[in-house]
C-alpha cells in the first residue's frame, strides 16, 4: 500500500515536533523514499536508537507498508 | 511469538561472529537493501553467515521482534545488533564499520 510523502512527513513531525524532515521520492511510486530527519532527539543516541524513533513514530508502517524508506538521521547543525 | 523462534535467533547471533538476516541469499539478494548489506561484506571479505528470511515466515517475523526492528536486513556482529542497510551503508561509507570489525576482532581482507 502506497504511502504520501507527506503523509510521512506528518507522521514524523507529529512524533517529533522539531525535526527537520526532507524527502525524497526514489522511484515515483509511492513505495521508494529517501528521508534525511533531522532532530534534536537523536542526541546521545546510537544510530539504531535513532532509527528507532523515527520508526516509532511510523507507527508499524515501517516494514508493512513502507518497505522501501532510506533513512539518515542527523543532529541539528551535524 | 514463538520462544523456539527466539531462542534460535539467539543462538544463530551468539555462535556466528557475523550474521545478516536478509532478504535472498548472499549469492542471490531478492532485494536491493539486502544486496547492499551482502555487498558491502563481501568487498570487506567478511566471512559471515547469511540467514534467508523468505525461506522462512517464522524467522522472517520473530527476527523483527528479536530487536524491535522492522526491516530486513538486519546485521549482528558478535551478538549485537548493528543495524539495517542504511546504518551499515553510513558506517561503511564513513570507515567506521572496517574499524568496527577490526576492534570486535573480526578479520576482513581489507585494512581499516
Known sequence: MPMEAHEIERLIKEHLPDAEVLIEALKGDGDHYAALVTSAAFAGKSRVQQHQLVYAALKGRMGGELHALALTTRLPGE | ?112
Do not use: H
Not at chain 2, 517475523?61 to 528479536?66: E, L
Not at chain 2, 545488533?81 to 570507515?95: H, K, L, N, W, Y
Open chain 2, 1 to 112: 511469538m514463538s520462544e523456539d523462534v527466539q531462542s534460535w535467533i539467539k543462538d544463530q547471533v551468539t555462535t556466528n561472529d557475523v550474521v545478516l538476516f536478509m532478504k535472498g541469499t548472499k549469492e542471490f539478494p531478492q532485494c536491493g537493501f539486502s544486496g547492499r548489506v551482502s555487498q558491502i561484506l563481501n568487498f570487506l571479505g567478511v566471512t559471515y553467515k547469511d540467514i534467508n528470511v523468505l525461506a522462512d515466515d517464522g524467522i522472517r517475523n520473530g527476527i523483527k521482534t528479536y530487536t524491535n526492528w522492522p526491516t530486513i536486513p538486519q546485521l549482528y556482529v558478535k551478538g549485537e545488533f548493528i543495524g539495517g542497510a542504511d546504518i551499515v551503508s553510513e558506517m561503511f561509507q564513513s570507515g567506521e564499520l572496517q574499524k568496527f570489525l577490526t576492534d570486535k576482532g573480526v578479520p576482513t581482507s581489507k585494512a581499516a
